[in-house]
Structures are given as C-alpha cells and as structure tokens.
C-alpha cells in the first residue's frame, strides 16, 4: 500500500471510532499532528487504532494507568488534549 493511501486508511480510521467523544481525541490528534510524525509514529498511532476506545480514552484522560508498550512522549502530546476541536 503506498503512503497516500495509507495514511487515507489510518484518517478513516482514527475517525470512526464509534463514539463522537472517541472521533474528535483520536481524530483530531491524527489530522493535527500526522504531517509531523516519524515512520516510527505513524507505525505506533496505527497500532493505538487497534486498542479499544475506553482504554484509549482512559488513558488520554489519566483515569488508566497507561500501559508500559505505549507510554512514551506520543500518549503524552495525546493527554494534553489541546489539539481537540469541536465544531459549533
């Protein structure tokens, strides 16, 4: 698969999470910061895709302890929660 359509895979998936709460964290943190990542980051967010969306969300939030293989400087710009965006 060539990166263009990867990354169009990686979008719809970030965005249709299955709840709004879940589309605007995950989403909006691919549309914001996605042009910045390493391929290493960009493999580590696909992978976060396939974690459920409470956990996700739990840890975004501080209300889980985020486990050891995903802990790291990407969960961290996630739980700054400054790049969600909710349209008016």
Known sequence: MNQEDRLKRIRFRAWHRGTREADYMIGCFFDR???QWSAAELDWYEAL???EDADILG?????????????????????RVDYVEVPQ
């Open 33 to 35: 910061f996605h042009d």
């Open 49 to 51: 895709l396939g974690q």
């Open 59 to 79: 840890w975004i939030m501080g209300t889980i302890e985020v486990p050891a293989e995903w802990q790291g400087p990407m969960i961290e710009r996630m739980q």
